[in-house]
Nanobody, 127 residues
């Protein structure tokens, strides 16, 4: 079971990035999927999550209105489109999968509800 995050990079404030998280080694169709981030010296924090069917979505207040999470079930891939990026968005972004995706309440914004984690992709926003 592997989650591979990609799409990070260096961008100017106000720019956009699209992160991808491809899953392999298992069928994740009933898993909720999420994105978290961790800035230097800070705890890992919730960014966005999507239910197994895509019908329920959560966003952290810090990214709400600027980010869109989506998933392609056939490709086992989740995306995070981030617009109007700010320097405070700078962090390593991690994707995660929750095997209890059919449970409630799901998706979760708590990192301990997620069972599988990707390696992270660096997002750096310069002012």
């Amino acid at each position: 079971v592997q989650l591979q995050a990609s799409g990070g990079g260096l961008v100017l404030a106000g720019g956009s990035l699209r992160l991808s998280c491809a899953a392999s080694g298992h069928t994740f169709s009933t898993y909720a999927r999420g994105w978290f981030r961790q800035a230097p010296g800070k705890e890992r924090e919730f960014v966005a999550a999507i239910s197994w069917g895509g019908g329920r979505i959560l966003y952290a207040d810090s990214v709400k209105g600027r980010s869109t999470i989506s998933r392609d079930i056939a490709k086992n891939t989740v995306y995070l489109q981030m617009n109007s990026l700010k320097p405070e968005d700078t962090a390593v972004y991690y994707c995660a999968a929750d095997k209890n995706g059919l449970g409630t309440p799901r998706p979760s914004d708590h990192l301990y509800d997620y069972d599988y984690w990707g390696q992270g992709t660096q997002v750096t926003v310069s002012s």
